[in-house]
Nanobody, 129 residues
Framework: QVQLVESGGGSAQAGGSLSISCVAS????????MGWFRQAPGKEREGVAS????????VYTDSVKGRFTISQDKAKNTMYLQMNSLKPEDTARYYC??????????????????????WGQGTQVTVSS
């Protein structure tokens, strides 16, 4: 089992920055797949950014490219999402997700919510104009 706990988030003005974190515990592997997803009220859960810990290869959804950065600290079993140049449309509940390593996957799969079997409870990010 993998337990995921998000922290950070909060409120920011448009153009501002926020950072959120996800601490993993339980089964931890250096070859896990991990990702950040978000869900706004009335909308489907959307893949934001994901990382394959084995090679630190990352993938981002187009709407956050150049503004958000996903990273990891293996020593702390922690994944981060640095969010800059925030927009009101970034307002959502942000979830951390993880998948145990099984085989090599094309990176585009990492932005699909169905790819992951473990989820955190989420943290709210609100951006005002």
């Amino acid at each position: 089992q993998v337990q995921l706990v998000e922290s950070g988030g909060g409120s920011a003005q448009a153009g501002g920055s926020l950072s959120i974190s996800c601490v993993a515990s339980g089964y931890i592997s250096g070859n896990m797949y991990m990702g950040w997803f978000r869900q706004a009220p009335g909308k489907e859960r959307e893949g934001v950014a994901s990382i394959y810990l084995g090679t630190t290869t990352t993938v981002y959804t187009d709407s956050v490219k150049g503004r958000f950065t996903i990273s990891q600290d293996k020593a702390k079993n922690t994944m981060y999402l640095q969010m800059n140049s925030l927009k009101p449309e970034d307002t959502a509940r942000y979830y951390c997700a993880a998948r145990k390593p099984d085989r090599a996957w094309p990176m585009f799969n990492l932005l699909r919510s169905t790819f992951y079997g473990y989820w955190g409870q989420g943290t709210q990010v609100t951006v005002s104009s």
